[in-house]
């Protein structure tokens, strides 16, 4: 065994390196294996370093003692030389089996000792767990944080490829847990989620103020309408409201608006909204385009239809204007009020997820709307 | 959905290795990782690579539906994308001939493209724009069923190393100027064109491969080609007026490849080579030849078998032989020469470095059998030689056999390997 301090080398022993990796540990290697990695290579030849446990090469930080002992396990079958490929692929199919946080340190470790063919034979393994797998389970798997909202998960961006029946099933799904959340951090008077507290206050005030046409509030409340229903519409895409759109089209402009989800929503999607080429309309459904009335999807006439149909009962009820909505509550016409929905209200999900907002909110909005109609009824502006 | 305590395993990995890693997904889950997290959410957007093909949108039976699906993916990836794209391929039998993909091409042309591959389907050949010439870094081109009209102002690829057409409609002279105009091209590969007469002329050009009907090839300036592979076609009124032609077709085609190392010809390749006068003052050598392969070569073609002969004997070093026999059972009208053998193959031949020799649909014919023994006397280091009868013939196998076992062998470690059926392959 070499001295400390003299590595001796005599033909029939092998000469050693020694490796610190970051934590301070030093490790005896023998000289060949070592040298497969060309960052070791380099440090031996070009600094002379790694012939004495006092001269150590360290290792980047990334390369803890135990992934430091998988690359040399791996080195140690490369370079030798008498292996088939055939050996050595079956070698490499056992070698990457371990678990994906490990299998990430190796990736990084193999990176930063610049050894190209195991992160070739990393990647490819990370790759194929990451191939056919749904988001969630990718997530899961790599312990991801979820942390993009609900609207940039629904842009086209991250669904382009989906059946259309899936994507909507997806955005109505996405749609109730949004709510749900929603109605969790209200409970939780959330002051951050401004996104719910804005609309149930700006809402009831909206409301209460857009009978009087007040430039400012209506113009909220009807972009707040608009940013719903937009959205709603980037949901089902289907053009199933005509009426409703015509309507809407003749509304404001949105460009003065200081409602924050328009904002968000523009920009979450910078680029998309920059860019228009001169086909028609059809081939890019620009979801986010502020021309609602001319959205049409990839969908064929007949699968159209067919979601037409689906969709326009709620659709009818999420985009219906508030004061309609009260006005037709209020009026006490039995056939326009959702009783069935929301009258159930706290807990059901009946599939459609509008019903939650009005569940929670037609309640107390009776309550509050009294209130507010005694105290500013007078006022004429606000 | 995830644990929040655990850290995020794979999002802090260098760039380049989340890079390489999206490149090995297929586009349609490397897209859909832009919905995973914050981080994830424009990574793919980055992305150098990007193959398009059948599975990038659902099947269904609705053709026009999944073009329709298609076409809006592509083009919505390609509007998304960051940064230069340096290859794409696209390679579907959805799309043919696609208003978007002239526009896409367009796109490309401002992305610094250097790798094109265009596999389109059947039907209507899609006509390639002429943005595509203005692609002035492309190192790799790949079309097939396209239509290729060059400008008469394009010059060439300047940066072009490999190219490849493949049921391409272009005009023969566009096809010249264009190899000539390509000064690195590396790679060249041409198959089913018809009756193409081509003057290669390609001072960097180190693998060829053409596969079709070809009237005239001459590798007119080729010094450093390593390898070749040439599948020829032809019909009867070709070979008419091939015959009719006094140049050495052999001389065209291998007269100016020195470097060469491996040969491989099929189909009516050998029957080419043989056309035309050979001057036999002549003598190249191929010292780096290692590899030939000649496939259907008829055995009852004199001339044939002088190319043969005159190829291995002008190869000092190859190494290893593969002869296949012309299947079709062609009747010999006249006696064959036996005697060509005994007088004008020199005897003094031997093969330093033939290790082995692989023979398949040998029907027995003499001249098979003169070859064979000549190769087995001429042999020093042979190892293996085997021999596969062609599946027509059944009642010469035992004489094959027979006239085998007598051959005297120069090799003491020869092996011969008799293979009745062909699908018994030694190892």
């Known amino acids: ?382 | 959905m995830g644990d929040v305590e655990d850290p995020d395993l794979i999002s802090d990995l260098p760039q380049s290795i989340l890079e390489s890693i999206l490149t090995r997904l297929p586009i349609r889950d490397a897209v859909r990782t832009s919905i995973l997290s914050s981080k994830w959410r424009y990574r793919w957007t980055t992305l150098t690579h990007l193959v398009f093909d059948d599975k990038c949108v659902r099947m269904c039976s609705d053709r026009p539906v999944v073009e329709n699906c298609m076409v809006n993916f592509i083009t919505r990836a390609l509007f998304l994308h960051q940064g230069p794209i340096h290859k794409f391929q696209l390679s579907t039998s959805y799309l043919q001939c696609c208003p978007d993909i002239d526009q896409w091409i367009l796109f490309l042309s401002r992305s610094d493209i250097k790798e094109l591959v265009l596999e389109l389907g059947e039907g209507e050949w899609f006509r390639v724009p002429s943005c595509l010439f203005n692609c002035k870094k492309l190192t790799c081109l790949e079309l097939f069923r396209c239509e290729f009209d060059p400008p008469p102002t394009f010059k060439g690829f300047l940066c072009l190393r490999s190219l490849s057409l493949h049921q391409v409609l272009v005009a023969p002279e566009a096809i010249e100027s264009l190899i000539s105009g390509c000064p690195l091209l590396e790679s060249l590969a041409l198959s089913y064109f018809d009756s193409l007469a081509l003057n290669i002329h390609a001072p960097n050009l180190k693998y060829l491969c053409l596969e079709g009907e070809f009237t005239d090839i001459c590798l007119e300036h080729t010094p450093l080609l390593v390898a070749m592979s040439v599948a020829m076609y032809m019909n009867d009124e070709m070979a008419e007026c091939l015959e009719q032609s006094s140049k050495c077709n052999f001389i065209k085609f291998l007269g100016g490849v020195p470097l060469l190392e491996r040969l491989a010809g099929h189909i009516y390749f050998t029957k080419y080579l043989s056309i035309g006068d050979y001057p036999g003052s002549l003598a190249i050598t191929y010292s780096h030849l290692k590899i030939i392969e000649l496939y259907q070569v008829s055995f009852e073609d004199m001339k044939e078998i002088r190319v043969v002969l005159r190829l291995i004997m002008n190869s000092p070093n190859f190494k290893e032989l593969r002869i296949s026999g012309s299947s079709t059972a062609v009747t010999s009208v006249e006696a064959p020469n036996l005697e060509f053998w005994a007088k004008e193959c020199p005897k003094d031949c031997t093969f330093k470095q033939l290790k082995v020799v692989k023979m398949t649909d040998m029907s027995g014919v003499p001249h098979e059998m003169e070859f064979m023994k000549f190769l087995l006397a001429n042999s020093p280091v042979l190892e293996t030689m085997s021999i596969t009868p062609c599946v027509y013939v059944m009642d010469g196998r035992l004489n094959m056999l027979i006239q085998l076992v007598r051959f005297r062998r120069a090799s003491a470690e020869a092996e011969i390997i008799f293979l009745p059926d062909e699908t018994l392959c030694i190892p």
């Open chain 1, 1 to 382: 065994m070499p001295e400390a301090g003299l590595a001796v080398v005599k033909p029939e022993m092998k000469s050693y390196i020694w490796l610190q990796t970051a934590d301070g540990s030093v490790q005896q290697v023998e000289e060949e294996v070592a040298m497969f990695c060309p960052m070791i290579c380099r440090e031996i030849i070009q600094a002379g370093m790694g012939s004495s446990k006092n001269h150590a090469i360290s290792l980047p930080q990334r390369v803890n003692p135990a992934i430091l002992g998988l690359i040399l396990d791996y080195c140690r079958f490369h370079q030798a030389t008498g292996h088939s490929n055939k050996e050595r692929k079956s070698f490499d199919e056992k070698f990457i089996r371990m678990d994906t946080k490990r299998l990430c340190e190796l990736t990084s470790a193999a990176d930063s000792l610049q050894l190209k063919p195991l992160v070739d034979l990393t990647s490819r393994a990370l790759a194929r767990i990451i191939e056919g797998k749904t988001p969630e389970e990718i997530r899961e798997t790599f312990h991801l944080p979820d942390d993009l909202t609900e609207e940039e998960k629904l842009e086209p961006l991250g669904n382009i490829t989906d059946d259309p029946r899936i994507r909507l099933l997806n955005r109505l799904y996405a749609r109730k847990r949004r709510e749900l959340r929603e109605r969790e951090k209200l409970k939780n008077v959330d002051v951050e989620d401004e996104r719910a507290d804005n609309r149930s206050v700006e809402d009831l005030l909206s409301f209460i103020n857009g009978e009087d046409g007040d430039s400012k509030g209506g113009r909220n409340s009807k972009n707040k309408k608009k940013n719903r229903r937009r959205k709603e519409q980037a949901k089902y895409s289907s053009s199933n409201n005509p009426n409703e759109n015509q309507k809407k089209e003749s509304d404001t402009l949105p460009s003065v608006s200081p409602n924050d989800e328009v904002n968000d929503i523009l920009a979450a999607s910078p680029i998309k909204t920059s860019n228009f080429q001169d086909c028609s309309a059809v081939t890019f459904s620009p979801k986010l385009d502020f021309d609602d009335a001319d959205i049409d999807d990839d969908l064929d006439p007949a699968m159209k239809e067919e979601l037409d149909r689906e969709v326009e009962d709620f659709a009818r009820r999420l985009n219906s204007d508030w004061p309609e909505r009260m006005q037709e509550i209020l009026s006490l016409d039995p056939k326009k009020r959702p009783v069935p929905l929301s009258m159930n209200g706290h807990g059901t999900s009946c599939g459609y997820s509008g019903s939650f907002l009005h569940s929670f909110f037609l309640p107390s909005f009776f309550l509050f709307w009294f209130l507010m109609s005694i105290c500013f009824g007078y006022s004429a502006s606000w």
